[in-house]
DNA sequence: CGACTTATGTAACAATCACTATGGAAAAAA
DNA sequence: TTTTTTCCATAGTGATTGTTACATAAGTCG
């Protein structure tokens, strides 16, 4: 997962995973049939793993603003935590322009469930009376979506989880201009 | 530099690109030197290219808020237009994680010179007054650089010029937060 | 027209790619 | 203890990687 995840897909060889988990290859292709196949575990692995870390601190907020904040703040942190290679694995994945549709599919799964998870969100902030109609929910849940990947890319190349907690804060000014009426 | 920025500098291998070149390997070694080298023409070439439509705009903001919009709203327009592959080549480059630290370097002084166009265009919005003292510059210039950074991920992705203006109007309610005392 | 430099295509280089057939050792069952 | 099953490494599969030696064709100049 982490080899995956820092070097993605192709530049990723079985010879690389194989020494990594002090393995041979028969071992690998018994247990996991494909490199291919391999990814799509690690990903999930990935996910199952790392995105409680990321979504459980949202469940606890009592408002879609405080989600939203946690949101951003806590990604800050785990992007940029040093016992994981930096970025979100899902965010920076390529593997469908790099020629492997079958993974790409599952990929576009885990982005759309995280941007149909802000945008529920949102839309219970709405229904509940938190947030008015007026405000456009794809608009915001996209917004968030879109610092929080950037944040991918920013950790990426190096930046602190100082650096990103400012961006977080910067970012939910933008929330408070955009949801007053 | 449409199939190193569409597929990555690994999955694209030197047969995809002389078959795209119409050219047989022998001519372009001749010509290139070698695959890497070739890489950082084609990029240096993309943002020769691609950079003054980006940029340029901004030259003629009458304000720093302008220009950062411009900068923004262009590139929602530019990361989505149809004519080439969707997103920065300069952002979504992982020529370094995929081992290949020469290019890495090349990279990372493109990324690093639009953080300093940024951080300069708001030092002189603080020097003409038009910016207040208290304004935390580097952390506005991080985080219209990491939206725009997003808004290439999400290029990627499928999303539509309208969507990415939709979070750059985000973006802009988040700056007139900040910049407010 | 002929000599020479400059290209470009053919073919092949060693290395590595993802992947697997085979054989022997350890563990489980009888 | 013997048999059977599970497991895993050695070694090698054909294909493709980035790169180059050679030979032929094209263009340039005397």
Redesign the pocket.
């Known amino acids: 997962m982490r080899l995956f995840w820092l070097k993605g897909f192709s530049a990723?060889?079985?010879?690389?995973l194989c020494a990594a988990m002090g393995?041979?290859?028969?071992?690998l292709?018994?247990a996991f049939g494909?490199?291919?196949q391999l990814y799509v575990e690690a990903i999930r692995h990935y996910e199952a793993r790392g995105g409680p870390s990321i979504w459980g601190p949202m469940a606890e907020a009592r408002s879609a603003r405080e989600a939203i904040e946690r949101y951003l703040m806590t990604s800050a942190e785990v992007l940029t935590s040093s016992d994981h290679p930096p970025g979100c694995m899902v965010v920076l994945s390529t593997a469908r322009e790099e020629g492997c549709p079958a993974i790409g599919a599952v990929v576009a799964e885990l982005r759309a469930a995280a941007y149909e998870g802000l945008r529920a969100l949102l839309a219970a902030a709405v229904e509940s009376g938190e947030l008015p109609m007026s405000v456009n929910i794809a608009q915001l849940a996209r917004f968030a979506l879109c610092v929080q990947q950037g944040m991918s890319i920013q950790a990426r190349e190096g930046a602190s989880r100082e650096d990103l907690e400012g961006v977080a804060q910067a970012a939910m000014a933008g929330w408070d201009g955009l949801v007053r009426p």
Chains 1, 2 share one sequence.
């Open positions: 990723t060889s079985v010879s690389d393995v041979t290859p028969p071992s292709y018994a494909s490199k291919e």
